[in-house]
């Protein structure tokens, strides 16, 4: 259709496919009430990265929209990125066992992210609304290989049915990777001895850093982080932009 032949050539420009005539981005709760005028159908997404377009080095680049339906990039293997800036999502975009060099997530709303065991160059999720619902976790990374960088500077994350963040075994990072971005994370769940954040076994190489992050569990601890191990710096401290304390409040139990 038209849509995704306008997309395919974004794509390959490097330009990005914008739904909005907006010069800054609009504030979240704007974007929580997209509708049908600016709706993109998912399955438009993945038919042209499993199509293997050859795109710019810039990816492809959504701006504005409501991705309408399940973006099912779950196995995929794709050499271009994929960047979404402003949108909102229905569903929350599966990516297990996906392969892109990198996937960006900066302030949109969305109900989750599920990239378990995904391999991903650049993982950033950044000033971004998410509320979930679910028993697997909000952002699902259990698994995941995030070669470079993991950035959720300035995320809300809730999850009333179980974690927040779930990262068991998750592995970051390379000789010359930064690690995890986590400053200004606000996190709240509901996921008893899970943790609102859970890194049990993960692997950073560089810094893990909570700079002025807020995590809270109603029902256990807020942070779980058992046989973890960062080869830099790990920092719960104020936010040098903010000046927010780091503060993690969990239940007893």
């Known amino acids: 259709g038209g849509i995704t032949d306008e997309l395919m050539k974004c794509a390959k420009k490097g330009k990005p ?142 999850n009333d049915g179980g974690t927040a963040l779930a990262g068991a075994a998750l592995n970051v990072g390379d000789a010359a990777g930064t690690g995890v971005l986590l400053d200004g994370l606000s996190a709240a769940s509901r996921a008893g001895r899970s943790g609102t954040v859970h890194l049990a076994g993960a692997r950073i190489s560089g810094s893990l850093v909570l700079r002025g992050a807020w995590l809270t569990n109603a029902t256990g601890p807020a942070l779980v982080g058992d046989g973890i191990r960062v080869s830099g710096d790990t920092r719960l401290a104020r936010s040098p932009a903010s000046g927010t304390e780091f503060q993690a409040t969990g239940a007893a139990g």
């Not at 949108?87 to 990198?102: E, K, M, N, T, Y």
């Open 17 to 158: 496919l914008n739904y909005s005539r907006a010069r800054t981005v609009p504030g979240l709760d704007e974007i929580a009430a997209f509708g049908g005028h600016r709706a993109l159908d998912a399955s438009d997404l993945r038919d042209i990265l499993a199509g293997g377009v050859h795109g710019d080095p810039r990816g492809v680049q959504i701006r504005g929209a409501y991705i309408r339906g399940l973006l099912d990039l779950d196995g995929i293997r794709s050499t271009i990125g994929l960047r979404f800036t402003g949108c909102r999502f229905d569903q929350s975009p599966g990516l297990r066992d996906a392969v892109l060099p990198w996937l960006h997530f900066d302030g949109c709303v969305l109900p989750g992210i599920a990239a378990s065991r995904a391999q991903i160059g650049t993982l950033r999720v950044t000033g971004c609304r998410i509320e979930g619902n679910s028993r697997d976790g909000a952002v699902q990374l259990g698994g995941a290989h995030i070669r470079h960088e993991l950035d959720m500077r300035d995320t809300s994350i809730t």
